[in-house]
């Protein structure tokens, strides 16, 4: 009998949290928006790691080799109200789930068509809709919370730690 009630306990309390407010999270959510000069608006919701001491690749995603949500708790969504080119290559309007595979200092930009799912447990390569390859920069001024930023020239910018990954839109 313990057992039940100590079971039905524990499942009430993971409902209650799982609908309570998302900004007390301690990877809390955070939107970057921006419309471009060629009109076109970009959205993408994430949440916010934060690194509290810990080691990139080694304590906290992104870990080399391993496809990350960018970000925290449900994956992130890129959504884009017209057809634009990342890196050059056509991606139709849409939403979609921005995810990265990080190769030491060659990033890869994965925009894949299942964007409403939890972190990148459900990710499955073959719902990729578009994969671009950039290259990580040192940042000069570290990032303790991972940051996306849009500029309206098209360059997004993921800031997290000391690095600097951006990769350009239009």
Not at 64 to 72: L, M, N, P, S
Request: aromatic letters at 10%; hydrophobic letters at 40%.
């Amino acid at each position: 009998m313990k057992t039940l009630l100590l079971s039905a306990f524990v499942l009430i309390a993971f409902a209650a949290c799982g609908q309570g407010d998302k900004s007390k999270r301690p990877s809390p959510p955070a939107q970057a928006k921006e419309t471009l000069n060629s009109g076109t608006t970009i959205t993408i919701d994430y949440s916010q790691p934060a690194l509290k001491g810990r080691t990139i690749g080694q304590d906290i995603e992104p870990k080399d080799g391993e496809v990350w949500r960018t970000g925290a708790n449900e994956a992130t969504v890129f959504e884009t109200d017209k057809d634009l080119k990342v890196e050059g290559q056509a991606l139709p309007a849409g939403k979609y789930g921005l995810f990265t595979l990080v190769n030491g200092d060659e990033w890869t930009i994965i925009f894949n068509k299942t964007w409403k799912q939890w972190g990148a447990f459900g990710y499955k390569e073959a719902d990729d809709a578009l994969r671009v390859k950039v290259k990580a920069q040192k940042n000069e001024t570290a990032a303790e919370r991972f940051t996306i930023t849009i500029s309206k020239d098209g360059k997004i910018s993921l800031m997290w730690g000391d690095r600097l990954v951006v990769f350009t839109v239009n």
